[in-house]
């Protein structure tokens, strides 16, 4: 039974609000007969609410302004974060409550749905449908509409304060100092006119920033874009009283923030609805967030990693537009490039449809800093920024039960950024692109793939004949062996039940080994050697005994190891899983069949070899295999006697 017809009998503030739920119908296209009663009768309570009777509701703009006035420093909320304020308003208004609270920031959240804190709740098993629920049965719905103005909760300004106090974590405290390097970039159009003036730009002069750096910054640019580095230790960004500091162009509060100002008010309705959906660890939310900042997916689907034959040729034209311009390096802005010069796959056609046009865009990316002859093309790099958005947009078809990475899925990446910032986002900005609504377009035209298919494609026509385009390292056929290699990666951590803090162990042994080919097992251990930056811990505790800290462990292993060419799709290996196999039978040998695997048990597992690598590097360090395992044990044993 179809239930398109059905789902139109309701208001269209209502189709409106629930419009990822709707979707979600929509492409099931068919319903069960008692699916299809529900919904009859959900569409007859909507019409009978009476937050659909007037103004199908809808926040007011005189609500919202009232909200907006009791926010002390709104304007220094990112896009993103305001957002989630207005959408919290407008669930509060929804339940008929005469403030916003903090379930309401909650909501708010998870209805923004494109920031990693939505992303965080949504790998915990928040949705937005549970939290509704456990709203309504906490609060109830109000008596009548909301009359007069709608204003914070008490909590609510308290989580909102304790968000800004974690983005004021951003300058030196008070007394501190030190050189912290910055950047910041203009065109050269406005550097000119600066240096033609005598005069700086506020904004550069609210950083510091002399008309010298400027002129030095414009001699070194070459053609695109000055960038002008400064320092974030110097007084000027370095202010002492908190106004000072809450008006500096440094400070912003995204949506991560805003989470985590509701997670330090324990005693909220937030808080509480968290814990009652079975968020136990109110840490394992702020590990998540950095996770989420990392190429390893914090949810898992099985998917083949394949490129469609879109993607395949956008790959080879981003390459052409960076051979084009005579970059020595492939990056992000290329790709974009590259995705609207294809032409016929879903990321040209809506950027089509928002007026970008291929000369349009490439008049606003002049030659980059350096020639680089590309008749070698072994020796053109790819960013790191390229190389992670590549496994992004691989996370993104997974989440989705793509079979295939499209251009879409390269695309929403690219739009997505860091609250909208980044050249990508700045581009598309300048050629008058609502990134919001190209997110949003995007989003609808993935759900309707079998509508405006990609075709999934092994090697194109021509393609061997076009190698001389690319270094083999970085040919598409290359890199979908990576991600297939790297599902393995990937597989091992959905089969496993591998602790929040042994996935950010992991995170880091990935980070510490960017520049080489591969993650290996000394590479883990630098990730375990990350926690003894922290006080508390069996791991830290053992590490800081036996005398090692991250510094002198990784002078140790750069002596050691050889660098090797980095890969684009970073994986482990086979060492390195071995090792992860031996923690899981650590674990399940310690604690019993399917306990969480945590650091310690990575630690046990690659002492596991009595000689090797790591007992070359732990000898270096003064140590042994046998010593630190023994501590280990000892550690174990005095929390579990």
Same mark, same amino acid.
Not at 441 to 468: C, D, Y
């Given at each position: 039974?179809?239930?398109?017809?059905?789902?139109?009998?309701?208001?269209?503030?209502?189709?409106?609000?629930?419009?990822?739920?709707?979707? @979600?119908?929509?492409?099931?296209?068919?319903?069960?007969?008692?699916?299809?009663?529900?919904?009859?009768?959900?569409?007859?309570? @909507?019409?009978?609410?009476?937050?659909?009777?007037?103004?199908?509701?809808?926040?007011?703009?005189?609500?919202?302004?009232?909200?907006?006035?009791?926010?002390?420093?709104?304007?220094?909320?990112?896009?993103?974060?305001?957002?989630?304020?207005?959408?919290?308003?407008?669930?509060?208004?929804?339940?008929?409550?005469?403030?916003?609270?903090?379930?309401?920031?909650?909501?708010?959240?998870?209805?923004?749905?494109?920031?990693?804190?939505?992303?965080?709740?949504?790998?915990?098993?928040?949705?937005?449908?549970?939290?509704?629920?456990?709203?309504?049965?906490?609060?109830?719905?109000?008596?009548?509409?909301?009359?007069?103005?709608?204003?914070?909760?008490?909590? @609510?300004?308290?989580?909102?304060?304790?968000?800004?106090?974690?983005?004021?974590?951003?300058?030196?405290?008070?007394?501190?100092?030190?050189?912290?390097?910055?950047?910041?970039?203009?065109?050269?159009?406005?550097?000119?006119?600066?240096?033609?003036?005598?005069?700086?730009?506020?904004?550069?002069?609210?950083?510091?920033?002399?008309?010298?750096?400027?002129?030095?910054?414009?001699?070194?640019?070459?053609?695109?874009?000055?960038?002008?580095?400064?320092?974030?230790?110097?007084?000027?960004?370095?202010?002492?009283?908190?106004?000072?500091?809450?008006?500096?162009?440094?400070?912003?509060?995204?949506?991560?923030?805003?989470?985590?100002?509701?997670?330090?008010?324990?005693?909220?309705?937030?808080?509480?609805?968290?814990?009652?959906?079975?968020?136990?660890?109110?840490?394992?939310?702020?590990?998540?967030?950095?996770?989420?900042?990392?190429?390893?997916?914090?949810?898992?689907?099985?998917?083949?990693?394949?490129?469609?034959?879109?993607?395949?040729?956008?790959?080879?034209?981003?390459?052409?537009?960076?051979?084009?311009?005579?970059?020595?390096?492939?990056?992000?802005?290329?790709?974009?490039?590259?995705?609207?010069?294809?032409?016929?796959?879903?990321?040209?056609?809506?950027?089509?449809?928002?007026?970008?046009?291929?000369?349009?865009?490439?008049?606003?990316?002049?030659?980059?800093?350096?020639?680089?002859?590309?008749?070698?093309?072994?020796?053109?790099?790819?960013?790191?920024?390229?190389?992670?958005?590549?496994?992004?947009?691989?996370?993104?078809?997974?989440?989705?039960?793509?079979?295939?990475?499209?251009?879409?899925?390269?695309?929403?990446?690219?739009?997505?950024?860091?609250?909208?910032?980044?050249?990508?986002?700045?581009?598309?900005?300048?050629?008058?692109?609502?990134?919001?609504?190209?997110?949003?377009?995007?989003?609808?035209?993935?759900?309707?793939?079998?509508?405006?298919?990609?075709?999934?494609?092994?090697?194109?026509?021509?393609?061997?004949?076009?190698?001389?385009?690319?270094?083999?390292?970085?040919?598409?056929?290359?890199?979908?062996?990576?991600?297939?290699?790297?599902?393995?990666?990937?597989?091992?951590?959905?089969?496993?039940?591998?602790?929040?803090?042994?996935?950010?162990?992991?995170?880091?042994?990935?980070?510490?080994?960017?520049?080489?080919?591969?993650?290996?097992?000394?590479?883990?251990?630098?990730?375990?050697?990350?926690?003894?930056?922290?006080?508390?811990?069996?791991?830290?505790?053992?590490?800081?005994?036996?005398?090692?800290?991250?510094?002198?462990?990784?002078? @140790?292993?750069?002596?050691?190891?050889?660098?090797?060419?980095?890969?684009?799709?970073?994986?482990?290996?086979?060492?390195?899983?071995?090792?992860?196999?031996?923690?899981?039978?650590?674990?399940?040998?310690?604690?019993?069949?399917?306990?969480?695997?945590?650091?310690?048990?990575?630690?046990?597992?690659?002492?596991?070899?009595?000689?090797?690598?790591?007992?070359?590097?732990?000898?270096?360090?003064?140590?042994?295999?046998?010593?630190?395992?023994?501590?280990?044990?000892?550690?174990?044993?005095?929390?579990?006697?």
């Amino acid at each position: 039974m179809r239930v398109n017809w059905i789902l139109r009998l309701y208001p269209s503030a209502w189709r409106e609000r629930y419009q990822e739920e709707m979707q @979600a119908l929509l492409d099931l296209h068919t319903a069960t007969a008692a699916t299809a009663l529900d919904l009859l009768f959900g569409a007859l309570d @909507a019409w009978l609410h009476p937050a659909h009777q007037t103004e199908e509701g809808i926040m007011s703009q005189q609500f919202l302004d009232a909200l907006i006035k009791s926010i002390s420093h709104f304007d220094r909320l990112s896009t993103r974060a305001q957002m989630v304020v207005s959408l919290a308003g407008e669930e509060a208004q929804h339940f008929q409550h005469t403030t916003v609270g903090t379930e309401h920031l909650l909501l708010g959240l998870l209805r923004e749905g494109e920031s990693g804190a939505a992303r965080v709740l949504e790998a915990l098993g928040v949705t937005l449908a549970r939290v509704r629920k456990a709203v309504e049965e906490a609060k109830g719905h109000g008596n009548g509409s909301v009359q007069g103005e709608m204003m914070l909760s008490i909590h @609510a300004k308290v989580a909102i304060e304790q968000a800004m106090q974690v983005a004021e974590r951003r300058f030196l405290p008070p007394g501190k100092t030190g050189k912290l390097i910055g950047t910041t970039s203009v065109s050269e159009a406005e550097a000119e006119k600066m240096l033609q003036d005598g005069k700086l730009s506020a904004h550069l002069e609210s950083l510091g920033v002399t008309l010298e750096e400027v002129r030095r910054a414009l001699e070194e640019s070459q053609g695109r874009g000055v960038l002008i580095r400064f320092d974030q230790g110097a007084p000027a960004n370095t202010p002492t009283e908190q106004e000072e500091r809450r008006r500096h162009p440094l400070f912003h509060v995204d949506t991560e923030k805003l989470l985590q100002g509701l997670l330090r008010v324990p005693e909220s309705t937030a808080v509480k609805i968290l814990q009652d959906l079975g968020v136990s660890s109110l840490t394992d939310v702020w590990t998540l967030l950095f996770l989420d900042h990392g190429t390893l997916p914090i949810t898992y689907q099985e998917y083949a990693p394949r490129f469609t034959k879109q993607a395949r040729s956008a790959w080879r034209l981003t390459h052409e537009e960076a051979r084009r311009l005579q970059d020595d390096y492939v990056g992000a802005h290329h790709l974009l490039l590259g995705l609207v010069a294809e032409g016929s796959g879903v990321a040209a056609t809506i950027l089509s449809q928002m007026g970008v046009e291929l000369e349009k865009i490439r008049g606003l990316v002049e030659p980059g800093y350096k020639a680089r002859d590309w008749s070698v093309p072994g020796e053109i790099t790819l960013t790191p920024h390229l190389k992670h958005i590549i496994e992004y947009a691989s996370n993104e078809a997974r989440r989705r039960y793509h079979p295939c990475i499209g251009t879409g899925h390269l695309l929403l990446v690219l739009a997505r950024g860091q609250d909208d910032q980044g050249i990508e986002a700045g581009l598309l900005n300048r050629l008058g692109v609502d990134l919001d609504k190209l997110r949003t377009a995007l989003r609808r035209a993935l759900a309707e793939k079998a509508n405006t298919p990609e075709q999934e494609a092994g090697a194109e026509p021509g393609e061997m004949s076009e190698q001389a385009v690319y270094a083999s390292s970085v040919s598409p056929a290359t890199i979908e062996r990576g991600l297939q290699s790297r599902e393995i990666d990937k597989m091992i951590l959905a089969v496993y039940p591998f602790s929040i803090e042994a996935r950010s162990v992991l995170q880091h042994a990935h980070f510490a080994a960017q520049h080489c080919d591969q993650v290996r097992p000394e590479h883990l251990l630098l990730g375990l050697a990350h926690l003894t930056f922290r006080d508390q811990g069996p791991v830290s505790t053992v590490l800081k005994d036996v005398g090692i800290d991250y510094a002198r462990l990784n002078a @140790a292993v750069e002596k050691r190891s050889a660098q090797g060419a980095p890969s684009v799709v970073l994986i482990q290996n086979s060492l390195c899983r071995a090792c992860l196999l031996l923690a899981a039978d650590e674990a399940e040998q310690r604690d019993g069949p399917g306990t969480p695997i945590k650091s310690e048990h990575l630690l046990l597992g690659l002492l596991r070899q009595e000689q090797g690598r790591i007992a070359d590097l732990l000898g270096d360090l003064g140590t042994s295999v046998e010593t630190v395992r023994t501590k280990v044990g000892e550690s174990l044993s005095t929390q579990n006697p």
